[in-house]
């Protein structure tokens, strides 16, 4: 039985961005996998972690039920000469029962983590976007291919071009900033303001005689 683990589906990129200047420049071009530039983050390393704390019980269960197709395994097999033919028979039927069982199980929990794992995708994949985009205009690119997609028909890209490992940086970087605490106001005590004399109207002046 396959082992259930995080993967994450490859994400298409492929972003022009229109430069600013009076005369067009020469294009310049980065690639990046960016497929695992978003597992190598801190965030998509910490929904991995999430997801694969989340289907552990459900990895036990299925573990559970291959061991008791194991153990029906083992005594249909030391029991080839002791057994009866309808005894070898019914738990050559349990055991093809349990195989079907099984098989479906695994099918449905694997759907549930894909889509849990999309929904995680979904919004990292946003972010993703918006610090590529922002970096390739701060450095003059024009445009940004993703080299993790097996449909991109890149055949050598110059590691001098590859933009993963500074995408990982600037989006943890930026990630820490948006996330970090903003400075609380000073609590010092302050003097208050002296008060000010109330205001008396002036007095009538005395008419003359």
Do not use: H
């Not at 995708?121 to 972010?127: C, D, I, M, T």
């Not at 008060?195 to 005689?209: F, G, I, L, R, S």
């Amino acid at each position: 039985m396959k082992s259930m683990s995080f993967v994450v589906p490859s994400l298409v990129l492929a972003a022009t961005l229109a430069a600013q200047t009076q005369s067009p420049p020469a294009s310049k071009i980065a690639v990046i996998a960016i497929q695992q530039a978003i597992i190598a983050t801190k965030d998509g390393q910490k929904a991995a972690s999430e997801l694969s704390s989340k289907a552990e019980p459900k990895k036990k269960e299925l573990e559970q039920k291959q061991s008791d197709i194991n153990s029906l395994q083992d005594q249909l097999s030391k029991g080839q000469n002791t057994l009866s033919e309808s005894t070898k028979n019914d738990i050559y039927k349990n055991i093809e029962g349990k195989k079907k069982s099984l098989q479906r199980d695994f099918e449905d929990a694997q759907a549930e983590m894909d889509q849990e794992q999309q929904k995680i995708l979904q919004g990292l994949g946003q972010k993703m976007m918006a610090v590529i985009e922002r970096y390739a205009r701060d450095n003059g690119y024009t445009m940004v291919v993703d080299v993790s997609n097996p449909q991109t028909p890149v055949l050598y890209a110059a590691p001098s071009i590859d933009i993963t490992k500074e995408i990982i940086e600037l989006y943890d970087k930026s990630t820490a900033q948006m996330s970090a605490p903003k400075p609380a106001a000073p609590t010092g005590s302050t003097t208050p303001p002296a008060a000010k004399p109330p205001v008396t109207a002036p007095p009538n002046p005395t008419k003359k005689q």
